[in-house]
DNA sequence: ATTTTTTTATACCGATCGGTATACAATTCG
DNA sequence: CGAATTGTATACCGATCGGTATAAAAAAAT
């Protein structure tokens, strides 16, 4: 009942995570969003209830359509093809024709004000979500003898996000995806150079 | 002559950066910056120009006073010192107790608005300098058979920046030096491991 | 047809943004 | 001692920030 809503909510929810992923939380003003999402403020705040409430439904949105292939890649049978199906999929991603170069959870909010200080928190603990999850696949991997010898599953956990948000500033700069595909031959190395256990 | 200034132009500069550093270029307001420098807006007008001339000269004094490891370690005889001088270097600097974590010329304007964008395109040509400093550093090296089989220079220029990288916002998410430099001895074992030239 | 409910459009809110005009204080030079 | 010069303090500027009050418009329910 009641006056039906001119706008769909998923494509504007889509227009904003992406102005949100070029241009950050704080560098993206309201302005910005109702303008690009072609509706206004009271509609805005109707739906979303204010600026932090769409951009977390925007980073749901994010995760849910864009690092899809991180969950799926934890269930590859071998560590080495998890780990380079996460980087493939993050180099992909950052360096995607259509969509902003670099990583919504990056970009966000690495730096802020004071005001943003809950968005930078949940980002964080956005990224080490997925570390902890990588690195329990990991110690799977390690009771398997699957892992490279010496080193904890945690840390090659580490390794892997740290390269993939090495590659995520590298997007932000211009980078084009074969050159992050280099990148991430040679981390792969890693695994082929090493002697794996057992 | 005239009437003497009141503060340390470095000490000031010095806060400034540490501020920039922290909460990004956009993140920092001036209010931030008078109340930290100690000193008011018109002094600061004076002295340094305006918000975005202050901001490139705390970049400049960053580089000097933060960064100064980096042209140090190209000088290191051997290309895999080079490199781990070089990681090490960037761990060292994004983890220091004094001071904020992560890099300033990554926290500085990664993400923002179109008010910051010179800012922005000035970083990215920081840290894109740093990579030719470093592939020329490998072209180098090459020619002396002193890289790792198989690989071009500017390829592992670019293989190191995007793990410094990657460590900045390990940092700049909470990662100690500790967890950096275990990332780092993986990152490295792409040299142990491999064949080298000749 | 009227009431009720929901969305939209306009105009506005106080606060803060980067930046500056003006007046005064503190020094050197003649 | 002035006079000239430079820095500091206060108060202010227009613009923009995120957010909202008010009322008109468009549908469903009675």
Chains 1, 2 share one sequence.
């Not at 909510?9 to 690009?36: I, N």
């Not at 998890?82 to 990056?106: H, M, N």
């Not at 945690?154 to 992050?180: E, F, K, N, P, V």
């Amino acid at each position: 009942m009641g006056r039906p809503r001119e706008f769909d909510v998923d494509d504007a929810l889509e227009t904003a995570m992406e102005l949100f992923w070029r241009k950050g939380y704080e560098g993206t003003s309201l302005t910005d969003l109702t303008e690009g999402m072609g509706i206004t403020k009271p509609s805005l705040y109707g739906v979303f209830g204010n600026k932090e409430g769409l951009f977390l439904k925007a980073l749901e949105r994010y995760e849910r359509t864009k690092m899809n292939f991180f969950h799926e890649a934890l269930k590859e049978p071998k560590a080495r093809d998890v780990a380079e199906k996460i980087l493939r999929g993050f180099a992909d991603s950052q360096t995607a024709e259509t969509g902003p170069s670099g990583c919504l959870g990056i970009n966000g909010a690495l730096a802020c004000s004071e005001a943003a200080a809950e968005i930078q928190k949940c980002l964080i603990e956005n990224r080490q979500r997925g570390e902890r999850d990588l690195g329990r696949r990991f110690e799977r991997a390690a009771s398997e003898g699957d892992l490279p010898a010496g080193h904890e599953p945690y840390d090659l956990a580490r390794y892997i996000m740290t390269i993939s948000q090495g590659t995520a500033i590298q997007a932000a700069s211009g980078a084009d995806r074969s050159a992050l595909y280099r990148v991430i031959d040679m981390a792969l190395q890693f695994w082929s150079d090493a002697v794996v256990q057992n």
